[in-house]
């Protein structure tokens, strides 16, 4: 019996059924059973894996790309180098490798990581060993400053709340309990004023979601880039706009059943860039740009001949893997998006469509 099943039926049974946001928000991040708060997750022992964990490539050219925008900005001194959400700290580790040799880069940058997860920090404070860093719960504890940020994979990891259209109105989607199963079910129609706009494009039966606490961090790091200078760049799957379910659970890098494991499997959703780069203005937003096209923007195949040159047998198989599996359109080329956000008035910048 999972211990946080109980007490997600007790929960139902004495206040009613959940929203998949707090389902989620609980299964991720309670303090004992949640998934991040509990473990690593990440690699080939673990659940899921990600670009940085999947080649150094990736950290190299965001490294090289965050330099190349702080020098067309002028080179703002001090700024802040942010990520939000590092996992195990590599791609951190790896835009500082890249940017070393970068004329007073890193004498201007602080190393700032939002990290909730206590097993990841540590995993980070191991990475970035020798590193100065500070650590946050929540982005809105960053000083003000000139902000260079990243987000690779973290804002499909924030709840979502679910809809499903019925005529005009919506019922949401809830999670209730059955003999101590978790089940679906469906919440009282009504009219929810913030999905009105939702109704062009959708049709009866369909069902929509919305990345709540996600519009608010858009929000800051727009008014922050907006008012210090700095860019973001924000990188998940996901598309100019969600439509349909696409809430889903891993483990050991197979899907499984959202409600089967609370707790020990990693749940996500789809990002919808579309309402992120509204919520960001007055900053500019690029487009959603797959991952494929930005990362052969800048380079990444001269850089992935370069690497080759040095491997042989299997590290050699195993580098052109990750190289094909980063940018082909039928692996994370053209499901991962790249969104930048930078401040008004400036060129859109490398790698990115307008
Ligand atoms: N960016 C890393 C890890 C992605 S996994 C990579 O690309 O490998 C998601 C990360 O976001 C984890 O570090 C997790 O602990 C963190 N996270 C999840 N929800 C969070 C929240 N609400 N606030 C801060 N960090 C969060």
């Known amino acids: ?29 309670h303090p004992e059973h949640g998934y991040y708060t509990t473990r690593d997750p990440l690699g080939a022992g673990g659940d899921f894996t990600t670009a940085p964990e999947i080649s150094q490539m990736f950290g190299e050219l965001l490294g090289l790309w965050l330099a190349q925008v702080w020098m067309d900005q002028g080179q703002p001194t001090p700024f802040l180098l942010a990520e939000l959400g590092p996992g195990r700290g590599t791609l951190t580790a790896d835009i500082l490798r890249a940017t070393r040799a970068v004329p007073g880069f890193q004498e ?3 190393v700032h990581l939002v990290e909730v997860s206590p097993a990841l920090r540590k995993r980070q404070a191991e990475a970035l060993a020798g590193v100065d860093k500070t650590f946050h719960d929540h982005l809105a504890d960053l000083p003000d400053g000139p902000l260079f940020l990243i987000a690779n994979e973290f804002f499909d990891a924030l709840p979502i709340r679910q809809f499903q259209r019925a005529n005009t109105y919506w019922h949401e989607r809830q999670i209730g309990a059955d003999d101590g199963r978790l089940i679906w079910g469906l919440g009282p129609e009504t009219r929810f004023e913030m999905l009105d706009d939702r109704l062009a494009g959708t049709t009866e039966g369909q069902i929509v979601e919305l990345n709540t606490p996600a519009l608010p961090l858009a929000e800051d790091i727009g008014a922050r880039i907006a008012r210090h200078g700095g860019a973001a760049l924000i990188i998940d799957y996901g598309d100019a706009i969600s439509i349909g379910d696409t809430f889903q659970a891993l483990k050991a890098h197979e899907p499984v059943d959202p409600l089967a494991c609370p707790g020990k ?90």
């Not at 019996?1 to 299964?27: H, K, N, Q, Y």
């Not at 692996?331 to 060129?347: R, S």
């Open 1 to 29: 019996m999972s211990a946080l099943r109980d007490l997600l039926t007790r929960r139902i049974a004495r206040t009613g059924p959940l929203s998949v946001a707090e389902f989620m928000t609980d299964c991720l991040l």
């Open 108 to 110: 201007a940058m602080q």
């Open 265 to 354: 499997a990693d749940l996500t959703a789809h990002v919808a860039f579309g309402p992120l780069a509204r919520a960001a203005a007055p900053a500019v937003a690029s487009a959603p740009t797959p991952q494929g096209v930005f990362l052969e923007r800048l380079g990444i195949t001269a850089r992935a001949q370069a690497l080759a040159q040095r491997l042989a047998g299997d590290a050699l198989d195993s580098h052109i893997a990750a190289h094909r599996r980063l940018t082909h359109p039928e692996e994370m080329g053209t499901l991962f998006k790249v969104m930048a956000l930078t401040p008004p008035g400036q060129p859109t910048p490398p790698g990115l469509d307008p």
